[in-house]
């Protein structure tokens, strides 16, 4: 029962490029939540998502940051322009569902994101 | 979500227990407290989480004090794998986000 998996590892941009950031949940999960972590610091909340829908986005910036998780495939973070303020470990978890089961997510390993 | 206070960093010696302290005075009555940790160039891993009574579980003991506004943490035997930064975090049992402090930094000295 394969975890979190998040791809690629590391991924390298210039500024005002795209980055692309993928995450498969668990199998079984449909709630998906996406976290960055600056160095030195600890994780943020960014966005929650189900299946085609955006729950809670009170963590994403305004502008250059959007998130989709489709009926089929991946959960996709996208980062357009990127600055290199936005150079950080972004981290996805899942969960079967929320608030009814307290005991917490699953974390993939992370995408650390590098902006030259 | 209420706020955790942690000291920044904690040493221990090997196969010795480690108590990981935590405050949470604003603590409400629907808060969960939840245990994270989180290795070198890795995600968060669930370790513990607890509403009122003392847990255990084949990582670690959360003991919660009577009033709840603090817990302690209880690795019985610390080993080098052990050596993580330790996120005490409270949640709501309705909330979609985990609010993350920086943790204690545990070193583990063989």
């Known amino acids: 029962n394969a975890g979190v998996m998040q791809n690629p590892r590391h991924l390298v941009r210039r500024r005002g490029q795209e980055a692309r950031l993928r995450c498969s949940p668990m199998k079984g999960h449909s709630h998906v939540y996406w976290y960055r972590q600056l160095p030195e610091e600890g994780l943020k909340f960014m966005v929650y998502l189900q299946k085609e829908n955006i729950i809670d986005e009170s963590g994403m910036p305004k502008e250059r940051f959007s998130a989709e998780f489709p009926k089929e495939g991946p959960s996709i973070l996208r980062i357009q322009q990127v600055v290199r303020g936005d150079s950080a470990a972004y981290f996805c978890?899942?969960?079967?569902?929320?608030?009814?089961?307290?005991?917490?997510?699953?974390f993939g390993s992370g995408t650390r994101l590098t902006v030259v | 979500d209420a706020k955790t206070t942690q000291p920044n960093s904690m040493e221990s010696n090997e196969e010795e227990p480690v108590h990981l302290p935590c405050n949470h005075s604003?603590?409400?009555?629907?808060?969960?407290i939840h245990w994270y940790r989180q290795l070198p160039s890795q995600g968060p891993e669930y370790v513990i989480h607890?509403?009122?009574s003392n847990v255990n579980n084949r990582m670690a003991s959360l003991a919660i004090a009577e009033d709840r506004k603090s817990s302690t943490l209880i690795l019985h035997r610390a080993t080098l794998r052990d050596a993580a930064v330790y996120y005490c975090i409270l949640r709501d049992g309705t909330g979609n986000q985990f609010y993350f402090g920086t943790g204690t930094s545990l070193t583990v000295i063989p």
């Open positions: 978890a899942s969960s079967p569902n929320t608030g009814l089961i307290p005991n917490g997510y699953t």
């Open positions: 604003t603590i409400s009555g629907t808060d969960y």
């Open positions: 607890g509403l009122t």
